[in-house]
């Protein structure tokens, strides 16, 4: 079954196998991220942390030998037999098509599955149970949310109800039969699949669902918290600065840290779509040639690096990820 969720991520744009293991098991690297933004696969990161390396390259070479995927060099693509084989694997398995990395949905269900279980216990005056989550952090921002939305235990029913009511009845029913309460146990596992996409989409679901109306479900919203900053904590600071007007190097030595790790912060920035200035980073005439440059046909950075021999590694890159998202639609 491996073989048919990895044919997935794989299409007629060579890229590295490698590079597809490092997004579904959470790697952030600029090279794994720009990889999966020119794929358009930037909310698979983190799919499946536990994929073993040894297994994933044990499947593409079983997609390789079935002729569904060819080499071309260090790079592998799909063939036309491949693309038939992807399609029947994609409705036969599909992927969490809800799920997204920036929407946090891991850590969401087990605040739901926890929040759920409090609420209905404390509603019964039970103070001895054990937690469907033992997870430290979990538990910390539960006791928050708690101390602060749970006590109104109606109001908590009347938004999950009304929120399930918003989702497909298949999906609803599934997550409602998983929750944990005062003397029920849940009908089912929590998960029913392997990797447990089942259980990721119906999450991400409802998500979407409180994505779309906060307002009509501010104690659920808040539980959720919002998407996350893909960036780190340094990197958000870098973006910051950046923002203000500072040049690399200038940012690099009031946060002593070296012009590289500056300039990957705000690669990452860029490829997530966060607001870059590029003012300083990237002149406009510049910008202008890499531009011309990339709708001539010249999309790898060897290329464009030799088209415009003035630019830095820093502002192909900025201009390769602009004309991506472009391209994609993506409309910032």
Same mark, same amino acid.
């Given at each position: 079954?491996?073989?048919?969720?990895?044919?997935?991520?794989?299409?007629?744009?060579?890229?590295?196998?490698?590079?597809?293991?490092?997004?579904?098991?959470?790697?952030?690297?600029?090279?794994?991220?720009?990889?999966?933004?020119?794929?358009?696969?930037?909310?698979?990161?983190?799919?499946?942390?536990?994929?073993?390396?040894?297994?994933?390259?044990?499947?593409?070479?079983?997609?390789?030998?079935?002729? $569904?995927? #060819?080499?071309? &060099?260090? *790079?592998?693509?799909?063939? !036309? =037999?491949?693309?038939?084989?992807?399609? /029947?694997?994609?409705?036969?398995?599909?992927?969490?098509?809800?799920?997204?990395?920036?929407?946090?949905?891991?850590?969401?269900?087990?605040?739901?599955?926890?929040?759920?279980?409090?609420?209905?216990?404390?509603?019964?005056?039970?103070?001895?149970?054990?937690?469907?989550?033992?997870?430290?952090?979990?538990?910390?921002?539960?006791?928050? $949310?708690? #101390?602060?939305? &749970?006590? *109104?235990?109606?109001?908590? !029913? =009347?938004?999950?109800?009304?929120?399930? /009511?918003?989702?497909?009845?298949?999906?609803?029913?599934?997550?409602?039969?998983?929750?944990?309460?005062?003397?029920?146990?849940?009908?089912?596992?929590?998960?029913?699949?392997?990797?447990?996409?089942?259980?990721?989409?119906?999450?991400?679901?409802?998500?979407?669902?409180?994505?779309?109306?906060?307002?009509?479900?501010?104690?659920?919203?808040?539980?959720?918290?919002?998407?996350?900053?893909?960036?780190?904590?340094?990197?958000?600071?870098?973006?910051?600065?950046?923002?203000?007007?500072?040049?690399?190097?200038?940012?690099?030595?009031?946060?002593?840290?070296?012009?590289?790790?500056?300039?990957?912060?705000?690669?990452?920035?860029?490829?997530?779509?966060?607001?870059?200035?590029?003012?300083?980073?990237?002149?406009?005439?510049?910008?202008?040639?890499?531009?011309?440059?990339?709708?001539?046909?010249?999309?790898?950075?060897?290329?464009?690096?030799?088209?415009?021999?003035?630019?830095?590694?820093?502002?192909?890159?900025?201009?390769?990820?602009?004309?991506?998202?472009?391209?994609?639609?993506?409309?910032?």
């Amino acid at each position: 079954m491996l073989n048919d969720y990895l044919i997935q991520f794989f299409d007629h744009h060579a890229r590295r196998p490698l590079s597809v293991l490092s997004l579904l098991t959470g790697k952030k690297t600029i090279s794994t991220l720009y990889a999966a933004l020119v794929s358009n696969q930037l909310q698979w990161l983190n799919l499946m942390p536990t994929l073993r390396r040894d297994d994933f390259l044990r499947s593409v070479a079983r997609l390789q030998a079935a002729g $569904w995927l #060819r080499a071309v &060099g260090p *790079d592998v693509e799909i063939t !036309v =037999t491949g693309a038939r084989q992807q399609v /029947a694997s994609a409705h036969h398995h599909p992927l969490p098509s809800h799920y997204d990395f920036r929407l946090n949905v891991t850590e969401f269900a087990d605040r739901l599955f926890l929040a759920v279980q409090v609420v209905s216990e404390a509603s019964f005056d039970n103070n001895t149970y054990v937690p469907v989550s033992s997870e430290w952090s979990v538990q910390r921002a539960i006791k928050r $949310w708690y #101390r602060q939305y &749970g006590h *109104d235990y109606q109001a908590v !029913v =009347t938004e999950l109800t009304d929120a399930f /009511a918003a989702m497909a009845p298949a999906q609803a029913d599934f997550l409602a039969a998983r929750l944990v309460g005062h003397d029920f146990a849940g009908s089912a596992e929590l998960t029913s699949d392997e990797w447990g996409w089942q259980l990721l989409d119906a999450v991400g679901t409802l998500i979407h669902v409180l994505h779309r109306q906060p307002d009509h479900f501010p104690l659920l919203t808040a539980l959720w918290g919002g998407p996350i900053n893909p960036l780190p904590a340094l990197g958000q600071k870098s973006l910051e600065l950046v923002n203000q007007g500072l040049d690399i190097p200038t940012v690099a030595r009031r946060l002593r840290r070296k012009d590289s790790t500056i300039n990957e912060h705000i690669q990452a920035a860029a490829i997530w779509g966060l607001p870059v200035n590029t003012h300083v980073l990237l002149p406009e005439a510049l910008a202008q040639q890499l531009v011309s440059a990339w709708a001539g046909g010249a999309h790898d950075y060897r290329q464009l690096q030799a088209l415009v021999p003035d630019a830095s590694f820093l502002q192909v890159r900025l201009a390769q990820v602009a004309c991506v998202r472009r391209e994609q639609g993506h409309g910032d």
